[in-house]
């Protein structure tokens, strides 16, 4: 949780504001996940924090909704190019990588759960770049 943490305030993923009646605050929450090896032993342990999206209204929160997820078919065909030209192939993990995405619409979330800052414990973030959820 203290890596993620950290991800998000190196990236300035969202800055503290003043709460108001008329922002529709929506929730946040931690997700936690067992990454383990090929043979089944743990690898590490994952916590993610995500947006309860679900609370958004259309046309209010957001205008549309986009997945960064790369295609099994943009990949086949990447990687059909390669064999063709005889390229080398790299492969590189980028950790957060939609994180650095600049979100357009105003988004108001709660503060993460064990994470709530104590000297601006009314304040509630926006986001300026994306969330999982």
């Known amino acids: 949780m203290q890596e993620e943490i950290r991800a ?9 504001v003043p709460s108001h009646p008329s ?3 929506i929730g ?5 996940k067992i990454k383990r090896h090929v ?3 743990i690898d590490r342990y994952k ?4 947006a309860n999206s679900f609370t958004q209204q259309e046309g209010i929160d957001y205008l549309e909704t986009f997945s960064l997820v790369v295609k099994p078919t943009t ?3 990447v990687l059909t190019i390669d064999v063709l030209y005889g390229w080398n192939i790299h492969q ?3 950790y957060n990588a939609f994180l650095n995405s600049i979100l357009q619409e105003e988004v108001y979330m709660a ?23």
């Open 75 to 77: 990949v086949r065909l």
């Open 47 to 50: 916590a993610r924090l995500v």
């Open 111 to 133: 503060q993460p759960p064990g994470f709530v800052d104590p000297a601006l414990s009314s304040h509630v973030c926006r986001l300026h770049k994306y969330l999982y959820g």
């Open 23 to 25: 922002l529709n605050v």
């Open 92 to 94: 590189l993990d980028v």
């Open 28 to 32: 946040s929450r931690w997700v936690y």
């Open 8 to 16: 998000h305030h190196s990236n300035q993923t969202w800055l503290l």
């Open 39 to 41: 043979d089944g032993q």
